[in-house]
């Protein structure tokens, strides 16, 4: 059985979930774990981060959610050393649609990673909106994580998706809760107002003691993206990949990672 299972998801898109999926499957690879990425997001954005074309797998998630395929047989390398990668579906609405008729549909995801073996880390790319997906990642998790702008609209976000992982832990009888909140694309301090109002109001919540340190925002993460290459390679010694350092320990200082 996988070591460790962590679902990053939230309530709305381009939060930064994927770049901390990915930063921390750099960062855990570098630490000698060997990683496996589950990319659950339609957009795939991870999937391309770490280098690999999702129209050109043969397999994704979306054959293994439907049992067209075993996670071993979609489970792919990828060109950053001691990560491996669970491909995007690029037929999500349709997988979507079929798994939200199916009866069960959201523990299938649990049920295949049990299946699958020798990875130390599973970092889960959840969806950028609440679905079936979002919850099949959530229940297949020993630990949830989420991100969140310095926004409003994250803000406010944030209890909702937490209320989701409460839910799902009371109706399968899980004890899992989400252990870790990122502040990701934190504008500096005289961004504006309404940034520093934001940051303080997540900072201060009653999850106050599951905010990680902060990353902030970057011109090198739509750069890394753009080269296909996560931000731990490419940039080492940037100020946001020192923050996802800090994240990275962060997470396993508390025993999340």
Same mark, same amino acid.
């Given at each position: 059985?996988? &070591?460790? &299972?962590?679902?990053? !998801?939230?309530?709305?898109?381009?939060? !930064? &979930?994927?770049?901390?999926v990915t930063s921390l499957a750099a960062i855990a690879a570098e630490d000698g774990k060997k990683v496996l990425i589950v990319d659950g997001d339609a957009q795939a954005t991870a999937t391309r981060w770490v280098g690999i074309d999702p129209l050109h797998c043969d397999l994704n998630i979306g054959n293994v959610l439907l049992k067209e395929a075993t996670a071993d #047989?979609?489970?792919? *390398?990828? *060109? +950053? #050393? !001691?990560?491996?990668? @669970?491909p995007a579906a690029t037929?999500? /609405? !349709?997988?979507v649609t079929q798994l939200a008729a199916m009866r069960g549909a959201e523990r299938r995801m649990r049920n295949f990673l049990r299946d699958v073996h020798g990875f130390g880390l599973v970092l889960i790319d959840c969806p950028g909106s609440l679905n079936i997906i979002t919850a099949s990642a959530i229940v297949a998790a020993d630990h949830v994580v989420t991100v969140a702008t310095p926004t409003m609209k994250e803000v406010e976000g944030t %209890?909702?998706?937490?209320? =989701?992982? /409460?839910?799902?832990? /009371? #109706?399968?009888? @899980?004890?899992?809760?989400?252990?870790?909140?990122? %502040?990701?694309? +934190?504008p500096p301090a005289n961004a504006g107002a309404i940034y520093r109002e934001s940051y303080d109001l997540l900072v201060s919540g009653p999850w106050a003691d599951r905010i990680t340190p902060m990353v902030r925002r970057s011109t090198r993460? %739509? /750069?890394?993206?753009?080269?296909?290459? *996560? =931000? %731990?390679? =490419? $940039? *080492?010694? #940037?100020?946001?990949?020192?923050? $996802?350092?800090g994240v990275y320990e962060w997470l396993t200082t508390r025993r999340i990672l």
């Open positions: 059985m996988n &070591k460790n &299972k962590i679902a990053v !998801g939230n309530a709305a898109g381009s939060a !930064g &979930k994927s770049t901390t #047989e979609a489970i792919i *390398p990828t *060109p +950053v #050393e !001691g990560v491996f990668l @669970l037929n999500f /609405d !349709g997988v %209890p909702r998706f937490m209320r =989701l992982v /409460d839910d799902l832990a /009371d #109706e399968h009888d @899980l004890t899992i809760r989400v252990d870790g909140i990122v %502040p990701c694309m +934190v993460v %739509p /750069d890394s993206y753009a080269s296909r290459v *996560p =931000l %731990p390679i =490419l $940039y *080492p010694q #940037e100020p946001v990949t020192i923050d $996802y350092r």
